[in-house]
Nanobody, 125 residues
Framework: VQLQASGGGLVQPGGSLRLSCAAS????????VAWFRQVPGMERNFVAA????????YHADSVKGRFTISRDNARNMVYLQMNSLRPEDAAVYYC???????????????????WGLGTQVTVSS
């Protein structure tokens, strides 16, 4: 599976962005999908995921109520709607997918086999 994230950019605090992740080479059906983010010098952190088995949706506490992950299996796409953005949300955002991710590992970057290159999100006035 090849993943390509897009939709990042510069936004003012309180603004919104919608990130997209296009998959090619293989269907995302049967894969867990997720978004992570990373700032320079820091580890890659979990943002949100959709379980491959039960379709359960999970968001990090820091983004609950503001971000929403979704997927469109027919289009082989994953999305991250980000509202009420804060300066601390600025990071490179990565989409990920994995066919063997279990529910207890959804937030672990090492559980995912496929990664996109990332898209930069900057939140600044």
């Amino acid at each position: 599976v090849q993943l390509q994230a897009s939709g990042g950019g510069l936004v003012q605090p309180g603004g919104s962005l919608r990130l997209s992740c296009a998959a090619s080479g293989r269907t995302l059906r049967g894969h867990a999908v997720a978004w992570f983010r990373q700032v320079p010098g820091m580890e890659r952190n979990f943002v949100a995921a959709i379980d491959r088995n039960n379709g359960g949706v999970y968001h990090a506490d820091s983004v609950k109520g503001r971000f929403t992950i979704s997927r469109d299996n027919a289009r082989n796409m994953v999305y991250l709607q980000m509202n009420s953005l804060r300066p601390e949300d600025a990071a490179v955002y990565y989409c990920a997918a994995g066919s063997s991710v279990i529910t207890s590992n959804l937030a672990s970057p090492t559980a995912y086999a496929y990664w996109g290159l990332g898209t930069q999100v900057t939140v600044s006035s």
